[in-house]
């Protein structure tokens, strides 16, 4: 009998009764990163921490730049554009009372928009001065318009219109509030949006294209043969 009860014990369990998967779990850390820009923009070696951290953030991360700013250097809001752009995460900007000049180039620059309520935005021309001799002020002034017209337009249109824009590039100041900022917003998304459709339909084309060519070579290749 004891020989039996041995048996019986040394027997595996039946397929039935054995667990059909396997359970594992992997953590994933994921930071919030949270900056508030919350007087003027100072010159770029104040930010050279928040900067590197805005651009080393992995794809896990979330970063929020929280905005009450009346604008300022222009040089570093150009390092954090940069930064924004190059780095991994998905960054946030929120505008929580006033973001003007510098600070709305900043805001646009995002992937995701926050307006809070009572909030306003102003655009106009840049603001700055130039050096040295009477030749030499004329071509950095020329170069610097030049730069900050190419910029300007690639982040503020389409959410301003063409003859917005051109009046700012003029001199011209404009005054926005939360509401038509959130209007604006949705008419830039749209937009973009359908760019990105444009932009896959004409992929789609030419793989099409791409295709019959493939096809066409195969059929040649079998006639050779």
Known sequence: MSRLKEESA?????????????????VITKRVHHFYISKGIEEPEHYVEMIHQIRMAGPD??????????????????????????????????????SYSLGTMIFLSADEFIVQDNCMMMFHQYIGGVYGKGHEQKAQLLATEEWFEVLAREIYVPFLSEAEFNSIIKGGDLWIHTEDIKERL????????????????????????????????????????
């Open 61 to 98: 991360d979330v970063v929020f730049i929280h905005l009450n700013t009346p604008g300022g250097d222009l040089t570093t809001g150009v390092q954090i554009i940069n930064a924004m752009a190059a780095s991994a995460a998905h960054i946030v900007c929120s505008v929580e009372a006033e």
């Open 186 to 225: 949705n008419v830039m998304v749209a937009a973009m949006e359908e760019e990105i459709e444009v932009e896959q339909k004409k992929l789609d084309e030419e793989q099409e294209e791409l295709n019959a060519e493939l096809a066409k070579a195969k059929k040649k290749a079998k006639k050779k043969k």
């Open 10 to 26: 040394e027997k595996p369990e039946c397929e039935a009764c054995i667990k059909p998967y396997q359970h594992f779990e992997q």
